[in-house]
């Protein structure tokens, strides 16, 4: 429900992350989150994963801020899909198709579920890839000429640019290859092995023969 964050003097603060699907509030929703901020002295963070975060706050506060709140954590276990990140898609000029109803499909279906180890989807609606899709676990791209899927992307300690395993999909299909890609991993990595290493380990090809 919160994650300790900074220890000075002896003194723990810890720091909170509610649900916000794809990064879309509303503006009941962003009043609320600033109101109770200030009521708790807390700190706000606009996070890379489209969230927001509430941190500097005490940890006897913490399950009267989740009530006040009226939200759920966005995430419960760090081996999980942590976010399903995507751009404004179906508000912006340069899109190929609406991809925000792509990626509340998979937000809807894939969101906290159990993974060998930290996982993020990224979904875009056009091949400039706002949100960094190629450096997300699972990136689903739209194109004029279909959708794009890659996997094993990382920009964290151990950078990795994804692969593309597919391209011309329909939603349909894009959102089927990501089944098997979830269900092929779950099933065969190791405990704590990211996606990308996976991959690295039994080779691209072992792995686009698995799931293809």
Same mark, same amino acid.
């Given at each position: ?56 706050? =005490? ?5 009267? /801020?989740? %009530?006040? #709140?009226?939200?759920?954590? !966005? ?5 999980? $899909? ?75 300690? =151990? ?5 593309? /395993?597919? %391209?011309? #999909?329909?939603?349909?299909? !894009? ?5 098997? $890609? ?31």
């Amino acid at each position: 429900m919160a994650n300790l964050q900074k220890i000075k003097n002896g003194k723990r603060t810890f720091a909170i992350t509610p649900d916000i699907p794809g990064g879309f509030v509303t503006p009941e929703q962003l009043v609320k989150i600033g109101e109770v901020t200030k009521k708790y002295n807390g700190a706000l963070k606009i996070t890379s994963g489209q969230r927001i975060l509430i941190t500097n706050l =005490n940890m006897e506060d913490v399950p009267k /801020i989740w %009530e006040e #709140l009226g939200m759920k954590p !966005a995430v419960i276990n760090q081996n999980s $899909i942590k976010n399903v990140e995507m751009c404004p898609a179906g508000f912006c000029k340069r899109s190929k198709f609406n991809t925000i109803g792509t990626g509340m499909k998979l937000y809807n279906k894939y969101q906290r579920m159990d993974m060998p180890c930290r996982t993020k989807i990224g979904v875009a609606g056009c091949k400039d890839a706002c949100g960094s899709v190629y450096c997300k676990d699972i990136g689903v791209v739209a194109d004029k000429t279909g959708f794009i899927v890659s996997v094993g992307g990382s920009g964290g300690y =151990n950078q990795r640019l994804a692969d593309i /395993i597919a %391209e011309n #999909l329909t939603e349909a299909q !894009a959102l089927a290859l990501v089944d098997k $890609i979830v269900e092929f991993y779950k099933a065969s990595a190791q405990p704590g092995e990211k996606l990308g290493f996976f991959i690295d380990r039994i080779g691209i090809e072992e792995f686009k023969t698995n799931v293809l």
